[in-house]
């Protein structure tokens, strides 16, 4: 069965800090892991990572994932009360299917809370 | 553009009851996925409907029930509610067979068993 693990599963810091979020996941036939942010319903897309070694930005957010080591670490630097959010954590497998994508199979999420 | 579009936002049903909820994908999107997400877990897989079939079930029991229409629209319907049904229902589109396998998601929809 696949399984996602995030780390910690929530976390206070301070404005301006950076924060380290993780994720370690296995899965039989790893197709991609994705990153969302959820603030109050709907999870809104921050990355989605398929191969090693590569990062990838977005403002003050990157990510990178290490396919040896099955995991994926997301960061945030010079954090703001606006970051305050779950951050999850999702990997795909390769559907079965042509033509349609496979299940995602979220972490539990972490609980961030950025301080004035 | 309109996004993934979900009805009703909010839901208060009685143990034993029936519930049916609504999706509309981002047009273009053929591919529908519904997960539920209880307080404080991450979402969790229900089903994935692609071409108006069933293309993957997570684990849940048979009182849980999925079609999806000739507009690419969806219907979760959830037969005989448990307390334990009370969560977000989300619902996610996706362009198929691409590589750029991202899900959009609608606002969900909130159900309180009672």
């Known amino acids: 069965e696949d399984k996602v693990v995030q780390s910690p599963l929530s976390l206070v810091v301070h404005e301006g800090d950076t924060v380290t979020l993780n994720c370690s996941y296995e899965v039989t036939n790893f197709r991609s892991l994705l990153w969302y942010k959820q603030e109050k319903k709907a999870p809104t897309f921050l990355f989605m990572l398929?191969?090693?070694?590569i990062e990838k930005k977005s403002g003050r957010l990157s990510s990178i994932l290490d396919k040896k080591e099955l995991f994926s670490i997301l960061n945030i630097t010079a954090t703001q009360t606006g970051d305050s959010a779950v951050y999850l954590c999702a990997v795909e497998a390769r559907p079965y299917y042509t033509g349609a994508n496979s299940k995602l199979t979220f972490g539990k999420g972490i609980t961030l809370s950025v301080r004035p | 553009d309109a996004g993934v579009t979900q009805s009703p936002t909010h839901l208060i049903k009685t143990r034993g009851q029936h519930v049916t909820l609504r999706c509309s994908p981002i047009?273009?999107?053929?591919?529908v996925s519904w997960y539920q997400q209880v307080l404080g877990q991450g979402p969790q897989f229900i089903f994935q409907y692609y071409e108006k079939e069933e293309r993957g079930r997570g684990n849940f029991p048979d009182r849980f029930s999925a079609r999806q229409f000739p507009n690419y629209s969806s219907e979760l319907n959830v037969n005989a509610l448990l307390l334990g049904d009370s969560a977000l229902y989300l619902c996610a589109s996706s362009l198929p067979g691409t590589l750029n396998t991202e899900a959009f998601f609608g606002q969900g929809t909130r159900l309180t068993v009672v």
């Open positions: 047009s273009g999107h053929k591919s």
């Open positions: 398929t191969s090693s070694g």
